[in-house]
């Protein structure tokens, strides 16, 4: 097949969870004989640099990126909130993007066009005109289940209706999307349900993230050593800040009070300034790290209080196939096939993330059990091969159809 997939962010390099899901698809995709070309959007935040693309991973891709300046402006997201158009999806929307890409199309011929997340759908209308290819939408998160849970947990009453109002105007957008694409690869069964809830006759599946574990090469234990606690997220995404200022505040000063030899590590880039000064008892804060495998081998039990996110953590999926034991909240696990207990622990409050931190803490043998029942759950339901497998599968039905 001829894919085409228009991603929001380059997928190279692979340093966030959003890029990850797309450099692995991208790469099971051309393992499985199939050629790709990527079209990105090149952003300030993370702009391509093509030098730093791996020459053999350049010429088989054709990777290339458009500057779109995606930053937030006060002044355009005032007037689409009175214009009722989504800020949030707009401003990914780029002239110089739209130029490209028809070019690209009067080029070329596409069995399959893959929008990387909501962000690239605004260009649907562009695809349409100018190419008979198969539109699927790989979705990421439910957008608005993200908001909306942010505005759930805003304390500022000022900002909390506006959050609100941004929820319930994605929620609209989103499942309208629905119908304007041949296909969607949710990235999980949940989000999955969610979509078929909606009563949409698009075909939806769930494509979830995918490692290859031989490049999760497990660490040598140090048995009855205590282990270390972490955490490790880009900060610049408000779930993750949120849930970081809750640990510190709510959990944290419990846990060091009853076990005065805990430690736990944060690191994450854009970590914000007053959290790099923050001084607590055996708290280490750093910013970004140059090897996250490597930082995340160094410690045991990887920590996720999220309670405004959706989708699925690709975070979670990598500790596990590190071996790492996970304690994470109901919503930070969603869309892992897990079992609490067995391959994660669940805590929705802070008497309970208490109380798992301590009991790994106190018996390291645990943390052991958990992380390698984790791997064993990652090598069954979230090898590369078989993903990949399951969506050749879902394009080659949509071709037909």
Not at 6 to 12: H, M
Not at 284 to 299: F, I, P
Not at 316 to 344: F, Q, R
């Amino acid at each position: 097949m001829r894919i085409l997939q228009l991603c929001n962010k380059p997928p190279y390099p692979p340093i966030d969870g959003g890029s990850k899901a797309m450099h692995n698809l991208t790469r099971g995709l051309l393992a499985a004989g199939h050629q790709v070309k990527v079209l990105c959007i090149s952003t300030p935040k993370q702009p391509l640099i093509p030098e730093d693309v791996p020459k053999d991973y350049a010429e088989r891709t054709r990777i290339e990126g458009v500057f779109v300046d995606t930053t937030v402006n006060i002044v355009d997201a005032f007037t689409d909130l009175v214009t009722a158009d989504n800020y949030n999806i707009s401003r990914f929307f780029s002239p110089d993007m739209d130029i490209r890409l028809i070019r690209l199309l009067t080029e070329e011929t596409f069995d399959v066009v893959q929008l990387e997340s909501l962000f690239m759908t605004p260009y649907i209308p562009t695809l349409r005109r100018y190419t008979n290819a198969r539109i699927v939408l790989r979705s990421h998160n439910l957008e608005h289940v993200i908001q909306d849970r942010i505005a759930t947990g805003e304390k500022n009453f000022l900002k909390r209706p506006y959050r609100r109002f941004l929820a319930k105007q994605l929620q609209a957008y989103e499942m309208a999307v629905l119908d304007r694409v041949d296909g969607v690869a949710a990235i999980s069964p949940s989000d999955a349900d969610h979509f078929k809830a909606h009563g949409t006759r698009t075909p939806v599946v769930s494509i979830p993230f995918g490692v290859d574990l031989a490049e999760y090469e497990l660490p040598p234990t140090r048995p009855g050593s205590r282990p270390t606690f972490f955490h490790l997220g880009s900060m610049d995404w408000l779930p993750n800040e949120e849930g970081i200022r809750w640990l510190l505040t709510s959990v944290w000063p419990r846990v060091v009070r009853k076990r005065p030899d805990a430690r736990l590590h944060l690191a994450g880039n854009k970590m914000p300034a007053d959290l790099l000064a923050t001084e607590l008892p055996g708290l280490t804060v750093k910013g970004r790290v140059k090897n996250a495998q490597t930082w995340m081998n160094g410690r045991q039990v990887m920590l996720v209080p999220l309670f405004s996110a959706g989708g699925m953590r690709v975070k979670i999926i990598e500790g596990m196939a590190l071996g790492k034991a996970i304690i994470s909240t109901t919503v930070g696990a969603e869309g892992i096939e897990h079992t609490d207990g067995k391959n994660i622990l669940l805590a929705d409050n802070a008497t309970d993330f208490v109380k798992h931190i301590l009991a790994l803490h106190d018996e390291p043998e645990k943390a052991v059990s958990l992380g390698a029942e984790a791997r064993r759950l990652v090598a069954s339901h979230y090898s590369d091969e078989r993903i990949v497998q399951d969506l050749e599968a879902f394009y080659k039905r949509l071709l037909k159809a």
